[in-house]
């Protein structure tokens, strides 16, 4: 059972993903004239608005992938490395961009590397859960580890 719930979060997290980038925006913002694609990295430090920019656009994106940095290796045990998460979440965060820019929507790099490093926190909290919690055996279910 506490392994399904680990799979619940994971999918959960995918949600909030296409949801927060596709979904919830998609009625709404679809104008193919206005989209943009934004090459340069870091643009937005540049800005006059740099502050709004990295409270409205950045930090939501680091906080959107963790959950997925974190339940991905929790659900998929050959993803329990980190590098095989950085390339799955660079995967999709690079997916995300590409069918926002071609629903209308812009696409930028600052939004691969923001949602990357959230990944890339999120796969830092598991591996912290592991070590503090390797001996609890809930903990181990929830991976998938069988005890001896």
Not at 72 to 99: A, C, D, Y
Not at 105 to 132: E, P, T
Request: charged share 10%.
């Amino acid at each position: 059972m506490i392994r399904q719930i680990g799979g619940l979060f994971w999918f959960c997290s995918v949600f909030l993903i296409g949801f927060a980038t596709i979904f919830f925006v998609l009625p709404f913002d679809f104008n193919p004239a206005q989209r943009t694609l934004n090459w340069t990295p870091f643009d937005w430090i540049h800005a006059q608005n740099a502050a709004h920019m990295l409270v409205t656009e950045v930090i939501p994106n680091i906080l959107m992938f963790i959950p997925f940095g974190i339940f991905t290796p929790i659900v998929f045990l050959k993803m329990r490395k980190f590098n095989k998460v950085v390339v799955v979440t660079l995967l999709v965060t690079v997916g995300v961009e590409t069918l926002q820019y071609f629903i209308g929507r812009s696409s930028d790099i600052d939004d691969v590397f923001a949602n990357l490093f959230g990944g890339m926190i999120g796969y830092g909290m598991f591996k912290v859960a592991s070590f503090l919690f390797q001996n609890k055996i809930w903990w181990h279910k929830l991976i998938g580890v069988k005890n001896n």
